[in-house]
């Protein structure tokens, strides 16, 4: 089993900064993908950004220019830095990852974390 442990979420000021971390733990051969997807309350999940295993980023268009996604490999940990935060940004923010379970299969399980809370006051 994978567990993804979430943090950094909390209340900011729009115009505010936050960092959110996603440490991956447990038994797993390599770390494919590595995303964050948000959900607002009434609302559908959504993709946030994603970056895979060669370093390529993917962002939602009303994020790009103030959020920033990076991976660090030997720390199995996917960073989300969130700048020029705005109300519209408020949502609980969840960690998802693909991995290769072992080294003889090259299926992918995804795995979500619990959630944290953004909330951007105005």
């Known amino acids: 089993q994978v567990q993804l442990v979430e943090s950094g979420g909390g209340l900011v000021q729009a115009g505010g900064s936050l960092r959110l971390s996603c440490v991956a733990s447990g038994r797993f051969f390599s770390i494919n993908a590595m995303g964050w997807y948000r959900q607002a309350p009434g609302k559908q999940r959504e993709l946030v950004a994603t970056?895979?295993?060669?370093?390529?980023?993917n962002y939602v268009g009303s994020v790009k220019g103030r959020f920033t996604i990076s991976r660090d490999d030997a720390k199995n940990t996917v960073y989300l830095q969130m700048n020029s935060l705005k109300p519209e940004d408020t949502a609980v923010y969840y960690c998802n990852t693909g991995v290769r379970r072992t080294a003889y299969s090259t299926s992918v399980t995804e795995f979500w974390g619990q959630g944290t809370q953004v909330t951007v006051s105005s």
């Open positions: 970056v895979i295993s060669g370093g390529s980023t």
